[in-house]
């Protein structure tokens, strides 16, 4: 999608950085296609611990699903969740985190909502983080409808989900996300995350039916519309906040 090229500097700017996109893993999401080669450079906004494993291995503790379901950290330090359906793999979760001092973006709507800078996490400003984080996902769904207007034209219709309240482990955050639904009703393109911030730290977790994404999304919509109500459950049972390593 020639869209998705036009967004890639905006929406980087936006979520604070680039991730690594593991080659091994791009092959098994383009399969028959070969591995593409690794060109994205680290995200420098990220904490160095948090970089040096797939952080996964961290917040997923002992959560499992169900059969014919599982879910692994992905053999990579990118921070990537492999799923696999009945043995076979299936797409992959995506987890950005990203230290408040890396985001003006956030800060700027924490400021707007009333919470002062040395104050984000007291519980007291509760509701207007929560008012921050949908000012975030209101940026979210313009940049990406931006694009979508372009790339889609009149064929492709994008439909924004409102924002609502969520459990991500033990914080309070949102799920959001949009499609992209053509005129027959079908869709072409989907895509959901959740978002929570801790005072400190903000997590994304996103992932997609959508072919132009490198990482983050499964390789058939059905595959992906199929594991929408685990993770929903997945979501709810990480050990977030990202507690200290052990030492």
């Not at 996109?21 to 591995?35: M, N």
């Amino acid at each position: 999608m020639l869209g998705w090229m036009a967004i890639a500097v905006t929406f980087t700017a936006m979520l604070g950085g680039q991730l690594i996109v593991p080659s091994a893993i791009a092959a098994d999401l383009a399969k028959p296609d070969p591995a593409k080669p690794d060109l994205a450079k680290p995200d420098l906004a990220k904490p160095a611990n948090l970089r040096a494993v797939n952080i996964w291995t961290r917040v997923l503790g002992t959560a499992k699903l169900p059969e014919p379901w599982r879910i692994a950290p992905c053999n990579s330090k990118a921070p990537l969740l492999c799923v696999y359906h009945q043995g076979a793999f299936v797409g992959n979760v995506e987890l950005g985190t990203y230290l408040i001092s890396s985001r003006a973006d956030l800060r700027k709507k924490l400021t707007e909502a009333g919470i002062p800078a040395k104050a984000y996490a007291d519980p007291k400003y509760r509701s207007q983080v929560e008012t921050a984080l949908k000012a975030w996902v209101a940026d979210y769904y313009a940049v990406f409808k931006d694009d979508r207007k372009s790339a889609y034209g009149n064929k492709i219709t994008f439909t924004a989900q409102p924002p609502t309240r969520a459990t991500i482990g033990k914080l309070t955050g949102l799920r959001y996300g949009f499609a992209g639904v053509k005129q027959d009703s079908s869709i072409h393109e989907k895509r959901v995350g959740y978002v929570a911030f801790d005072g400190a730290m903000l997590y994304i977790i996103t992932t997609a039916s959508d072919a132009t994404s490198e990482t983050g999304k499964f390789k058939t919509l059905e595959d992906f519309q199929r594991f929408e109500p685990s993770l929903t459950k997945l979501v709810t049972g990480l050990q977030l906040p990202i507690a200290k390593p052990a030492r």
